[in-house]
């Protein structure tokens, strides 16, 4: 491996407190975001910027996320075209496969397709200022999850005070805040909706399970089904949360000895994706042995199959056992390779860079992830979260520390799972959450994970294969001072001529042979897209 060529750049401190670029509270920092230009740039030591990079999207209709899914034979099947511009826009499809249908007004697709295959449609979309149309593949077979699963989740803001207005309204947020036009789908209940034996808060209280042995859930949650049917009203997915043990991580009841029931049911209110949670199943494993650490998750991975309706299942056991190794032979659709990134709301940073790139890179991960089988390093903490005494507040990451975050996830092929407030979304964290350039590395058909290829000191570059046989490259700088980062071709296995985009702003930085270069900031990142000169 050639390393990467690095000139360091001491950066002037300043007591000024430069200007806000959002309204948003300042993010402490060292320097402020790369200019690609490859100019040296002094920035403020105080405080960096939350610069946004993301241009609107066009008025005109675009296409966006995923260009496959994976269904199985007789399963709902429910797809909404994500698709930006002005409304109202008119949707279409054409070669839909027998068995489904479409909502010309919301873009909605449902219904139930009985046989195997690979059914490729093009999907349509118009409005007064155009159209735009796009080539999609639905696979009905036995894979789901064919690209990473992209959604919101409700532990890092709410925790153990989750109720079902909160899951409507994080449903809602996704459509108002226009996420789902940009690929986002799944809406996930973590922990604490189930009842919690010996509570003194009546609102956990309640019968644990009904007379066929099948789970309840706490008073907070009146009505499970109307809760998915309302969730899937909206063109989303609904998620829940449990564990293999008796209690939860939180000591809400578990599925331990109710595995087939609490599966049924869950498919009974209309579930399309499950978290499965180590927690006190380490009281009932035997010893930490690969056998035993499979074996939960071998059980429910074999139930889920035998359910009527698709659900999709993630593996949270924090990384044990190598569990990228095995993860998806037992039936897991994506895996948590390290322990929860915001254990500690001020660790959350260094839990980043230690978990996100440190235990990505050492385990080559990269050879384990694939269409179907997703390496999870946790949650995007971006935006209000949960700071873990009793108030929410402003993720402590820097702005480019945010703009690391999401890109790292995307060139790791992980699951875009947002973990803050999905209901008070800020204008900089709703564009670091919908670059639709950004989110085509991770939304990808090939679905090849990314991997470290170059490293010297604190700068390293990560390079993930494209489809079309372009390669999308992110240039990181772990140091303390911005950096002037150089990457030569056979760092990544190029030759020639390579066009270069920058995907966080969508532009065209210009042609290259031989090397790349720009500044990176501390803490930061540069993206971009490397293309062969077309002849």
């Given at each position: 491996m050639k390393p990467v060529h690095i000139t360091l750049i001491i950066l002037a401190a300043s007591l000024c407190r430069g200007d806000q670029s959002t309204s948003d509270p300042p993010r402490w920092a060292m320097a402020g975001v790369a200019d690609t230009s490859g100019a040296s740039k002094a920035v403020s030591a105080s405080r960096e910027e939350a610069v946004i990079l993301t241009p609107p999207p066009p008025r005109a209709p675009r296409i966006n996320g995923?260009?496959?899914?994976?269904?199985?034979?007789?399963?709902?099947?429910?797809?909404?075209?994500?698709?930006?511009?002005?409304?109202?826009?008119?949707?279409?499809?054409?070669?839909?496969?027998?068995?489904?249908?479409?909502?010309?007004?919301?873009?909605?697709?449902?219904?139930?397709?009985?046989?195997?295959?690979?059914?490729?449609?093009?999907?349509?979309?118009?409005?007064?200022?155009?159209?735009?149309?796009?080539?999609?593949?639905?696979?009905?077979?036995?894979?789901?999850?064919?690209?990473?699963?992209?959604?919101?989740?409700?532990?890092?803001?709410?925790?153990?005070?989750?109720?079902?207005?909160?899951?409507?309204?994080a449903a809602d947020a996704m459509v108002a805040s226009g996420m789902i036009n940009h690929g986002y789908m799944y809406v996930n209940i973590d922990d604490c909706w189930s009842v919690k034996p010996g509570s003194k808060d009546p609102s956990l209280g309640g019968e644990l399970r009904d007379a066929q042995g099948k789970v309840n859930s706490n008073r907070r949650f009146p009505d499970m089904k109307a809760l998915t049917d309302y969730i899937h009203s909206k063109g989303l997915k609904a998620g829940i949360y449990t564990s293999p043990g008796?209690?939860?991580?939180?000591?809400?009841?578990?599925?331990?000895?109710?595995?087939?029931?609490?599966?049924?049911?869950?498919?009974?209110?209309?579930f399309d994706f499950l978290k499965y949670d180590w927690c006190s199943y380490g009281k009932i494993a035997k010893n930490k042995s690969r056998g035993e650490l499979e074996k939960p998750y071998r059980l429910i991975g074999d139930i889920l199959k035998k359910q009527p309706r698709d659900i999709v299942l993630n593996l949270c056991q924090y990384g044990m056992g190598s569990v990228w190794e095995w993860g998806q032979e037992v039936g897991g659709h994506s895996w948590r390779t390290a322990g929860d990134l915001g254990l500690s709301f001020e660790g959350i940073a260094t839990a980043l860079f230690r978990d996100g790139f440190d235990v990505y890179s050492r385990n080559e991960l990269h050879k384990f992830g694939g269409p179907g089988a997703?390496?999870?390093?946790?949650?995007?903490?971006?935006?209000?979260?949960?700071?873990?005494?009793?108030?929410?507040?402003?993720?402590?990451?820097?702005?480019?520390?945010?703009?690391?975050?999401?890109?790292?996830?995307?060139?790791?092929?992980?699951?875009?799972?947002?973990?803050?407030?999905?209901?008070?979304?800020?204008?900089?964290?709703?564009?670091?959450?919908?670059?639709?350039?950004?989110?085509?590395?991770?939304?990808?058909?090939?679905?090849?994970?990314?991997?470290?290829?170059?490293?010297?000191?604190?700068?390293?570059?990560?390079?993930?294969?494209?489809?079309?046989?372009?390669k999308a490259v992110g240039l990181?700088?772990?140091?303390?001072?911005?950096?002037?980062?150089?990457?030569?071709?056979?760092?990544?296995?190029?030759?020639?001529?390579?066009?270069?985009?920058?995907?966080?702003?969508?532009?065209?930085?210009?042609?290259?042979?031989?090397?790349?270069?720009?500044?990176?900031?501390?803490?930061?990142?540069?993206?971009?897209?490397?293309?062969?000169?077309?002849?």
């Open positions: 995923a260009k496959i899914f994976g269904v199985r034979p007789g399963s709902p099947f429910l797809f909404t075209i994500p698709a930006t511009g002005d409304r109202p826009m008119v949707f279409a499809v054409e070669n839909l496969p027998a068995g489904l249908k479409m909502d010309a007004q919301t873009g909605q697709i449902s219904g139930v397709v009985s046989s195997r295959g690979e059914y490729t449609v093009t999907f349509k979309a118009s409005n007064a200022l155009g159209r735009a149309e796009r080539k999609f593949k639905i696979v009905c077979g036995d894979t789901l999850a064919l690209t990473p699963h992209m959604g919101w989740n409700s532990w890092y803001v709410w925790e153990n005070h989750v109720t079902d207005k909160i899951m409507r309204e008796p209690l939860t991580c939180a000591g809400h009841v578990g599925a331990y000895g109710h595995e087939i029931q609490d599966a049924e049911r869950f498919a009974e209110w209309g997703w390496n999870d390093p946790d949650y995007l903490l971006l935006g209000y979260l949960s700071n873990w005494k009793g108030a929410t507040a402003p993720t402590p990451l820097t702005p480019n520390e945010q703009y690391t975050h999401v890109s790292l996830w995307c060139l790791l092929a992980a699951p875009l799972i947002f973990s803050g407030d999905i209901t008070r979304l800020d204008a900089f964290t709703l564009s670091l959450l919908t670059n639709d350039e950004v989110i085509e590395v991770d939304q990808d058909p090939l679905g090849k994970p990314g991997r470290r290829a170059a490293k010297e000191d604190n700068l390293e570059v990560w390079a993930k294969e494209m489809e079309d046989g372009s990181f700088n772990r140091g303390e001072v911005e950096a002037r980062v150089t990457v030569k071709w056979p760092d990544l296995g190029l030759r020639g001529k390579q066009t270069v985009r920058d995907l966080w702003r969508q532009k065209d930085l210009g042609t290259f042979e031989g090397q790349f270069q720009t500044s990176v900031p501390r803490h930061g990142v540069v993206l971009v897209k490397m293309a062969a000169l077309a002849h």
